[in-house]
């Protein structure tokens, strides 16, 4: 079938359903409207009322993942405001970067389950959201703007905090899914979870697997080039006891692993190969008392990375961390969360570097207060980071926020915001080939205010000014001969402050139990448009989702990217790159007593030529169909 004609097929598809759906009134749901109200947990570390936060927090739920069955984490987070992830509409297993407010992948901290995951051995030794499958996480929480303070080095300008399924009955329960799309695609998944008496489990694998297309752009060539396909797999156990009321045993053992094929460069083919993988293994006991509990959080993580091409090597890291806290409600207003967080990195580069050679430790002493008493809630926090290498450094953030009650159905919120950061230099930027122990941690201040409204309990909405500064930024320079030819590089502190500034506008409005609709505008510049390049001015996106049938679901999104400014180093000159929108469609039909969901979804649907990375392919209009059993 010709994209012309899967084209026509879908949108007869949309017509056909719009038709059913205006036919059917008579089968419409009853079901009451589900409110908007919603906790969050990254902005403080527990469960607080998201009106009641003072920091910017979007969160990606367990329905909104469901509607979004085919696509992958990344896809998912690139249409959250304040975030561009660069390689996401490659092919499959392209390499990923991740820019959050401006930032880069080392200014964000990655968290599965409240861990911090990261690679020891990679340039920024952030993780790799290519290991992780999206059908293995129950919802996606991202806070924008930096809160070191709690979280420690690598949360300058943002938390990616995922949250992974988990055992939620009793008996046994389960579910398997099966999808299958463009370019040769399946993905099958499976869990199997339960409760009896004091014990829980769950048990969860994921296999996917794709043909792919080439990675380099064949556009300059006379033959094309040949397909990049990927597979992944994943396997998880998560068990819990609880030896009584007021303490729990729980434990994970997870292994991520994933091989891709890549191109040799910007519109070079070549028959490379890397392979990643990642083992880890936690115990966490907690300890609950009438006013709060203590919690003792162990992480040992392995992870081994493969490059097979004209220039091999391989890199194994490891990372043990320790998080001792406390949690305690002093009286009806005041929360305080406390505690001492240990980690140690070291990585190993085949005949060039052993684990001995490049281990490094952070112990860090943290602490902060949350207050909520008649519509005035005030987070402010302090974290003194110890570390080997370089001297103590005492960060901190303050965050008040307002609820006003304008009416029983009116809401008004006010927030402001002030967080300092302290990232300090990463085993490969002071060890490698290309390292400096010379360098000296980078320093950011974030603030940010801005202002919610919530009306009915229906509609939202959100809207936020920041600024960030960056300090002694870390970053690489070339080295060139007399001639003109690159001799190496090294890493180095600049001289110059780099900054910031943007605004975010998001809304949500439940019209219905059966219609909702949402958008979101963002934009962000730089002072030093040359610290900018691949980063947007401006992103915009909205989203329409119909449940006019019993049991069915239809969503339509459209997402804009901006024009970018990149750096072309074979030419050594500036390139602007277009803005492109995609549209999206997808619909899922529950049967069975809602035992089987079928599902499908054409990505986009218009067949928008675009380039995303420079020199590399993008994927035009795309399909993916599947079905899952719940039991």
């Not at 930096?146 to 579910?175: E, F, M, P, Q, R």
């Not at 998944?189 to 297309?213: E, L, P, R, W």
């Not at 070291?346 to 008493?373: H, I, P, W």
């Not at 001799?487 to 219905?512: H, K, M, P, Q, W």
Request: aromatic share 12%.
């Amino acid at each position: 079938m010709n994209k012309k004609s899967l084209l026509i097929g879908c949108l007869a598809l949309i017509g056909a359903s719009i038709s059913a759906q205006t036919e059917t009134n008579n089968l419409l749901d009853s079901t009451k409207v589900n409110l908007l109200e919603e906790a969050v947990v990254s902005g403080t570390r527990f469960k607080i009322p998201i009106e009641k936060s003072g920091k910017t927090i979007y969160k990606i739920s367990a329905k909104e993942i469901e509607n979004n069955a085919g696509k992958t984490v990344v896809d998912l987070l690139n249409e959250v405001p304040g975030i561009q992830m660069e390689g996401n509409f490659g092919s499959p297993g392209t390499n990923i970067s991740l820019y959050q407010r401006g930032g880069r992948n080392k200014n964000t901290l990655i968290l599965i389950d409240g861990i911090p995951l990261n690679d020891p051995s990679g340039i920024n030794s952030s993780y790799d959201l290519r290991l992780l499958s999206l059908n293995a996480i129950e919802s996606i929480e991202v806070l924008n703007g930096g809160l070191s303070s709690l979280y420690g080095t690598g949360a300058s300008s943002g938390v990616i905090s995922i949250t992974l399924k988990k055992s939620v009955k009793d008996d046994v329960n389960g579910s398997v899914d099966l999808n299958y799309g463009s370019y040769n695609t399946v993905v099958t998944s499976g869990n199997i979870n339960g409760k009896s008496n004091n014990f829980d489990y769950m048990v969860s694998a994921n296999y996917s697997t794709s043909d792919g297309f080439s990675s380099a752009s064949d556009e300059n060539s006379p033959t094309p080039f040949e397909d990049d396909g990927f597979n992944q797999k994943n396997a998880l156990a998560k068990i819990g006891y609880a030896f009584n009321s007021k303490f729990k045993l729980d434990g994970i053992v997870a292994f991520d692993d994933f091989e891709s094929d890549y191109d040799g460069g910007v519109f070079v083919d070549q028959d490379n190969q890397t392979k990643g993988d990642m083992l880890r293994f936690g115990l966490t006991p907690t300890f609950k008392y009438d006013k709060g509990s203590i919690q003792l959080t162990s992480m040992f993580i392995t992870n081994n990375r493969e490059f097979i091409s004209l220039y091999p090597t391989s890199y194994q890291g490891k990372n043990l961390q320790l998080d001792l806290n406390q949690k305690h409600k002093f009286n009806t207003v005041i929360t305080g969360l406390w505690g001492v967080n240990s980690q140690t990195f070291s990585y190993k580069q085949k005949d060039v570097l052993d684990f001995d050679d490049t281990e490094f430790s952070l112990l860090d002493a943290y602490g902060s207060l949350f207050y909520d008493n008649k519509g005035l809630n005030i987070h402010v926090g302090g974290r003194l980071n110890t570390h080997s290498v370089y001297d103590s450094k005492f960060i901190y953030n303050v965050n008040p926020s307002y609820l006003f009650k304008i009416s029983d159905n009116t809401k008004f919120k006010v927030l402001a915001s002030a967080a300092t950061s302290y990232i300090t230099p990463t085993g490969y930027q002071l060890y490698s080939n290309y390292g400096n122990t010379d360098l000296q941690p980078e320093e950011s201040f974030n603030l940010e205010f801005g202002g919610s409204l919530y009306l009915n309990q229906k509609f939202t909405l959100n809207a936020v000014y920041f600024n960030r500064k960056e300090e002694s930024a870390i970053d690489f320079v070339s080295i060139f001969d007399s001639s003109g030819n690159w001799t190496g590089g090294e890493y180095i502190n600049l001289d110059a402050t780099r900054d910031v500034t943007g605004f975010e506008v998001d809304f949500s409005y439940l019209i219905s139990e059966k219609a909702t609709i949402a958008g979101n505008y963002s934009h962000a510049e730089a002072d030093d448009p040359t610290t900018f390049y691949r980063i947007p001015n401006d992103k915009f996106g909205a989203s329409v989702s119909l449940s006019m049938i019993k049991n069915n679901t239809i969503t339509a999104k459209y997402n804009y990217t901006g024009s970018r400014t990149i750096f072309d180093y074979s030419s050594y000159s500036e390139l602007e790159l277009d803005s492109f929108g995609l549209f999206d469609l997808y619909v899922q039909q529950k049967i069975f007593n809602k035992k089987v969901t079928a599902y499908g979804a054409v990505n986009n649907l218009l067949d928008t030529d675009f380039v995303s990375v420079y020199g590399f392919t993008t994927r035009g209009i795309n399909f993916n169909i599947g079905a899952s059993y719940n039991f």
